[in-house]
C-alpha cells in the first residue's frame, strides 16, 4: 500500500506539469495572434478553451484519484489491526478447548465425587467460553474479509481516476504541441484523446 501514496504523488505532479503546458499553449495563442492577427487564429482560442477545461478535469480525476487511494489504504490499516484481534480471538478459543478437554478427560480420574462435579462444572465452563470465543473470532474474520474487499474495491477505484489523469496529461500535451506547431489536427487529436480520459473519470464515479 505504500507504493499507492508514491503513485498519487506522482499523480500530482504530473498534473503540475499538465498546468505548466496549459500556460505554455496559452502563451503561444496570445503570440500567434499578435502575428497571425485574431482571424487566422481563432481555432486557437478554442484550443486554449479546451486545454484550460482539460486542466479542470485533470485536477477533478487527481483529486479523486487521491481520496481514494487514501480511503484503501486506511481499509487496509484497519483490516490488518483487525485481523490481529481476530488471531488473538482464536488464540483464546483453543487455549479453551485445550482446557476443556483436559478437565473432561481427567474428571473420571477425580479422587472424590465432589472434585469430579467441580471438573465437569469447569470443563462446562470453558465450553460456554470457548464458544463465545470462537462467535468473536470469526465476527472479527468477516469483518476482515469486508474491508479487504472494500479496499480493493477502492484502489480500483482509484487506478480508473489515475488512468483519466495520465490522459489527460497526455490531451493537455498533445493541445500544446497543437498551438506550436499550429496543426489543427492534432487540436483534433487532443480532443480525441481528452474524450477517452472523460470515459475513464466517468468510469471511476460510477463505480464510486
Not at 503540475?16 to 496570445?30: D, F, K, Q, T, W
Not at 499550429?182 to 460510477?206: E, N
Request: charged share 25%; hydrophobic share 45%; glycine share 6%.
Amino acid at each position: 500500500m505504500p507504493e499507492e501514496g508514491i503513485e498519487t504523488q506522482e499523480l500530482r505532479e504530473s498534473l503540475e506539469e499538465s498546468r505548466e503546458n496549459v500556460e505554455e499553449a496559452r502563451e503561444r495563442v496570445e503570440d500567434a495572434r499578435e502575428r497571425e492577427g485574431p482571424e487566422g487564429t481563432k481555432w486557437l482560442t478554442w484550443l486554449s478553451l479546451s486545454t484550460a477545461i482539460l486542466a479542470v478535469l485533470a485536477a477533478v480525476a487527481s483529486l479523486e484519484s487521491g481520496g481514494h487511494a487514501n480511503e484503501a489504504l486506511l481499509l487496509k490499516t484497519n483490516a490488518t489491526l483487525t485481523q490481529s484481534a481476530a488471531a488473538d480471538a482464536w488464540g483464546y478459543f483453543q487455549a479453551k478447548a485445550i482446557k476443556q478437554e483436559v478437565y473432561t478427560a481427567i474428571a473420571p480420574l477425580a479422587p472424590s465425587p465432589a472434585v469430579a462435579a467441580e471438573w465437569k462444572r469447569r470443563a462446562d465452563e470453558e465450553s460456554t467460553t470457548k464458544a463465545e470465543n470462537k462467535a468473536e473470532a470469526e465476527k472479527l474474520g468477516d469483518e476482515v474479509k469486508a474491508a479487504d474487499e472494500e479496499s480493493k474495491h477502492e484502489l480500483h477505484v482509484h487506478h480508473q481516476f489515475a488512468k483519466s489523469v495520465t490522459i489527460f496529461q497526455v490531451a493537455i500535451a498533445l493541445a500544446a504541441i497543437a498551438a506550436l506547431a499550429r496543426r489543427k489536427p492534432v487540436w483534433w487529436l487532443s480532443l480525441a484523446v481528452g474524450v477517452v480520459g472523460c470515459g475513464f473519470l466517468g468510469l471511476g464515479f460510477a463505480l464510486a
